[in-house]
């Protein structure tokens, strides 16, 4: 019989579900589920509900549950083998919030097989609407929280991350501020993660270390909800959380539910869910410290994986836990793929292959030219108001600016990722743009490490299948090795590794200072509102 493990991912969009089969290492079935297209009736665009303020992002709980009834019934209906599927874990859209009134552990407990999830969980809201990790409406409760807990550097070294709008914790706070007598009424708060488990096991399911730290309410270091940071959110807030746990812990068989309507084995373990960024990091193999990615996309994310907990004391990169038991870190750059095209737009290049073509003819290292390539606000370092900025790097020098792009967002990674002090084996590109080669040869020459492409298409769902099957065999009373057990499944492509030039790599150990002192200038300029 096949070792056969399912992976959710509930993302922003859509739920995907991975199917391995363990002993062969293949993906023996891959699907996809769209929110807007598959349910319509709950009327979202790209997964979220449309409102007149831009800073609030909301979605509708009871569509995620509707998509799970539904991808069961597509896997039943493909021919799956889910009676066979040993464990099943998954992955949510970090941040986003659910809140319960008294009634959700009865009706969990007693979810009839003859009704839809929808009707089981009819009146269990003591909220509509879930607020998701594109909201940024909580500035203010973000401040008091920071304050309260002493600073942005306090905040972060004791939560993981400086406080953030979309962080579940300023999102609490905002709902306890505006409606106090919804907040009073709220027996149980969950995460997309943790809700979508629980309807999985059945019962209310922890939350776990990967997805606990995207909430500011979590003691980084000791794992345990954080008695300061829960007084600075909203009263009464430690009976209302679930308790915390390892993702990838055994919660109980999965429900009678899914075994009566789709056939899932009555013994399969129903898994602790994670964060969809702690899941990729699975799903790309990075499961030993060192182990670096960078996913270049809209947004430019570097994720690594560190032993020990560091976190970052200007509060620009999160620290989140690892479901292979150490940390990782999530550093996100808003102008990546954005700003690239910008450039190309910019100086009328036609593609990408004739854009590597001005690259590759200039020097690394660009006569000392620098670019600060904002052209949207920035998250990492923080701007605010958008604009480029050129250091001795002439405006009218197309082929100089296209390296200057590159090079400024290789540096900038570089040296907002320091403060993790891991000197990466190899980093892993992955993402729309990781097939640009003058791209990657900066990467490789900047960070001074090998660099190999990697094509993981839902790669939290693929991650989440590992965690069920990592899960699944410790229970067994097994001891699985990570990097045996994701090696199967996260190969790089073949011939693709890209190896640092040394006298390039060694021009760029110095340019780093100079980047830094641009950098430093630029944003003390926008501070001080000096034109410069
Ligand atoms: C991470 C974050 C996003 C969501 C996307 O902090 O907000 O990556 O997890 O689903």
Redesign the pocket.
């Known amino acids: 019989m096949a070792k056969l493990f399912l992976g959710l991912d509930s ?2 969009q859509s739920l995907s579900a991975v199917v391995i089969d363990l002993d062969s290492c293949k993906v023996v079935c891959e699907k996809s589920l769209n929110f807007d297209r598959a349910l319509p009736h709950y009327k979202t665009r790209n997964g979220v509900l449309p409102g007149r303020d831009p800073l609030v992002k909301h979605s509708p709980p009871l569509m995620w549950a509707e998509a799970l009834d539904l991808i069961f019934a597509e896997l039943k209906r493909d021919g799956v083998a889910l009676g066979e599927i040993l464990a099943v874990s998954g992955s949510g ?3 986003g919030s659910v809140y319960f009134n008294e009634r959700i552990s009865a009706a969990l407990e007693n979810l009839d097989a003859t009704k839809s999830l929808v009707e089981n969980l009819r009146g269990v809201f003591a909220r509509k609407t879930s607020p998701i ?1 594109m909201d940024s409406s909580t500035a203010k409760e973000c401040a008091e929280i920071r304050k309260k807990l002493g600073g942005v550097k306090y905040t972060a070294s004791r939560t993981g991350s400086d406080a953030f709008e ?1 962080f579940t914790g300023p999102q609490i706070r905002k709902f306890f501020k505006t409606e106090p007598d919804a907040y009073a009424k709220t027996s149980g708060i969950a995460l997309v993660s943790s809700f979508m488990a629980s309807l999985l096991a059945g019962k209310i399911a922890p939350i776990d270390f990967g997805d606990g730290a ?1 909430m500011n309410l979590m003691d980084i270091r000791r794992k345990v909800w954080d008695t300061d940071a829960l007084k600075a959110t909203a009263p009464g807030l430690k009976m209302k959380l679930p308790p915390l746990a390892a993702s990838g812990q055994g919660i109980g068989p999965v429900s009678a539910y899914f075994v009566n309507k789709y056939g899932l084995n009555p013994e399969a373990l129903a898994m602790v869910w994670t ?3 702690p899941a990729s990091v699975i799903g790309l193999g990075l499961v030993k410290p060192g182990h670096i990615a960078i996913s270049l996309g809209t947004s430019d994310t570097f994720f690594g994986t560190m032993e020990k907990c560091l976190t970052d004391e200007n509060g620009e990169g ?1 620290v989140f836990g690892s479901p292979a038991g150490n940390y990782m870190t ?1 550093i ?1 750059f808003k102008n990546g793929s954005l700003a690239r095209e910008k450039i190309r737009e910019l100086y009328g290049i036609k593609n990408w292959g004739e854009f590597g073509r001005r690259v590759a003819s200039t020097k690394p290292g660009n006569d000392g030219g620098i670019l600060l390539p904002w052209f949207e606000p920035e998250i990492v370092p923080r701007v605010n108001q958008p604009g480029i900025h050129r250091f001795d790097l002439d405006e009218k020098n197309a082929a100089a600016n296209c390296r200057a792009i590159f090079e400024a967002q290789m540096m900038s990674m570089r040296l907002h990722s320091q403060w993790m002090n891991v000197s990466p084996e190899k980093i892993l590109a992955t993402g729309g743009a990781s097939n640009d080669l003058a791209l990657l040869q900066v990467m490789a020459d900047v960070m001074n490490c090998r660099v190999l492409r990697i094509e993981v298409s839902k790669s939290a769902a693929l991650g989440a299948a590992l965690q069920a099957a990592h899960g699944w065999l410790v229970a067994d009373g097994k001891n699985p090795k990570w990097e045996k057990l994701v090696a199967g499944f996260t190969r790089p492509v073949p011939d693709s590794e890209i190896r640092p030039d040394k006298k390039a790599a060694h021009v760029y150990d110095r340019l780093i200072e100079k980047y830094a002192a641009c950098e430093g200038e630029a944003l003390w300029k926008l501070s001080t509102g000096s034109r410069g």
């Open positions: 993302s922003t859209q970090q941040h990790w979309r995207g964060g969809d960024n999160h999530l996100c």
